[in-house]
């Protein structure tokens, strides 16, 4: 009996021993940080067979340090864990548009025609202090059809950098294009000339996936900081470029101060409407509420000016700014607040306007959806039609994976221009309402190849009889359908490191 005792407590003692040693080489779990999602569990496909392999879910994402109060929009992360990449494609698409040249108060007129281009991005990161991204799309159009204006070419060249020295932030942004039409509004790149080459138009799909480093064009710039291109005015080739930055200083590793702007320049080669300059600048603090959210407080200045017109507008804000960020997951921008308009040689009405301004970037990963809402509401240089403007825009846009080879994305816009009664030559109050839609469906081939169908409808309506300048077309309606394949070959993520 004795000697059974003796075993027993020997087994457990040696347990015990085992056990504590277990326990002693356990490590502690570090904190998490409540901004980054850990990479979810792999999606088997709808309708998977069982043993069938998993889809890859969204890459995993370093967290976005943008500061509030900058001029850049917040975006889900930094792909590639932080790492240096190169990624591009060549693209081609067949196409039919109901209305090349997107002339007002004309019907049905379709032409047939192709789309070509292509698009390289590089991101280069500098450990955790320095980045770069730098993105180019470049193409062109020909239609079967020698209507001036027809056939164009299409430029864009952005970059973006931003470094921190000790206590200090600094960001570094540009972001030029050329077409032969408006440039990211209603029936523009992507909507409806150059079909799907580009995507786009005034809602467009998701810019990239909402992760820094894929060269997003413009939208990785807040709303309303590109010169308003929003009215849809035929064919008149143009350029437009926005050079900004700000400066963070960190006061505390919670409190900050920020010194922000931008000036951006819309020519007009043709010489049918207005040429203006911009500048945009603000200056703040803003607090880290936690880790997810921060809160601020900010004074904005915005003046226009426009070329061989003697019309000046000045307007000042006072802002509430609110931004959340949960890596890989949420995105949300904005900043809302009174803005009083001074105007130099006003035509009629008084010399200040009192209104107030918003501007607001939402992105969110569902896991196979993304979605992005983006909204802007202040006044502008008028997109060359009018010499300034109360502008309202609004986009949205879903994009979802089916199975394992399906994708599809879903794009919306609508944007108002409502002339200023202060440089106004006519004593009525004119706009312009533009609505547009978009859809692309797309299937892989092989490893590096796709293809998908798209198709874009644009409507602008006015309260007066609009003509298209240079034209003989005129009406207060203007519309156009554009339908498509396009072919697309991609290569990269190329590691740089």
């Known amino acids: 009996m004795k000697q059974t005792l003796k075993a027993k407590a020997g087994i457990l003692a040696v347990l015990t021993l085992l056990v504590s040693a277990a326990a002693a ?32 879910p969204a890459p995993t994402a370093s967290a976005d340090r943008k500061p509030l109060l900058g001029t850049e929009s917040f975006s889900l992360g930094i792909l590639a864990d932080g790492r240096s990449f190169l990624n591009g494609n060549l693209s081609v698409s067949l196409q039919g548009d109901s209305n090349i040249n997107s002339l007002a108060g004309t019907g049905v007129n379709w032409h047939f025609g192709s789309a070509f281009g292509g698009n390289i991005s590089l991101q280069k990161i500098w450990g955790q202090n320095a980045n770069l991204n730098v993105n180019y799309s470049g193409g062109g159009r020909i239609y079967d059809t020698n209507q001036s204006g027809a056939n164009g070419i299409f430029q864009r060249l952005t970059f973006s950098t931003g470094f921190m020295v000790r206590r200090f ?15 990211g509004s209603i029936g523009g790149i992507g909507g409806g000339s150059f079909g799907g080459v580009f995507g786009g138009g005034l809602g467009g799909s998701i810019p990239g996936s909402g992760f820094s480093g894929l060269g997003t064009g413009g939208s990785f710039l807040l709303p309303g900081t590109l010169p308003n291109q929003t009215i849809l005015a035929g064919q008149d080739k143009r350029w437009s470029n926005t050079i900004g930055g700000s400066v963070n200083y960190a006061l505390s590793p919670r409190n900050s101060l920020t010194f922000a702007g931008s000036y951006g320049m819309l020519r007009f080669i043709d010489g049918n409407f207005i040429d203006s300059n911009s500048f945009q600048g603000q200056a703040g603090f803003s607090r880290q509420l936690n880790a997810a959210d921060s809160l601020g ?11 061989g017109v003697s019309d000046k507008i000045d307007s000042h804000s006072f802002r509430l700014n609110y931004g959340r960020r949960i890596t890989g997951r949420t995105a949300i921008q904005l900043f809302v607040g009174p803005q009083v308009s001074l105007f130099s040689n006003p035509n009629s009405g008084s010399d200040t306007r009192v209104n107030w301004a918003m501007s607001a970037s939402v992105l969110h990963n569902f896991g196979r959806m993304n979605a992005n809402i983006r909204y802007f509401h202040g006044i502008t240089g008028g997109s060359g039609v009018f010499i300034g403007a109360q502008t309202d825009r609004v986009q949205v846009g879903l994009s979802r994976t089916f199975g394992r080879y399906w994708s599809a994305s ?50 602008q309506t006015t309260n007066f009889n609009f003509c298209t300048p240079g034209t003989l077309s005129c009406g207060n309606l203007t519309y156009r359908h554009n339908i498509g394949l396009n072919f697309a070959w991609g290569f990269g993520p190329i590691n740089l490191e």
């Open 410 to 459: 879903f794009g919306g816009g609508f944007a108002r221009n409502e002339n200023l009664q202060q440089t106004s030559l006519l004593p009525l109050q004119r706009h312009f309402y533009a609505f547009d839609a978009n859809a692309h469906i797309g299937h892989p081939i092989g490893r590096h190849g796709s293809i998908s169908l798209f198709y874009t409808f644009t409507r």
């Open 169 to 183: 932030q600094i960001t570094v942004n540009d972001s030029f294009s050329y077409s032969p039409e408006s440039n």
């Open 297 to 307: 407080f900010s004074y904005g200045v915005s003046l226009v000016r426009f070329v």
């Open 25 to 56: 080489q356990e490590k502690p779990a570090p904190p998490k940080d409540p901004r980054v999602v850990n990479p979810a569990e792999p999606i088997k496909p709808e309708g998977a067979k069982p043993g069938e392999e998993a889809v890859t």
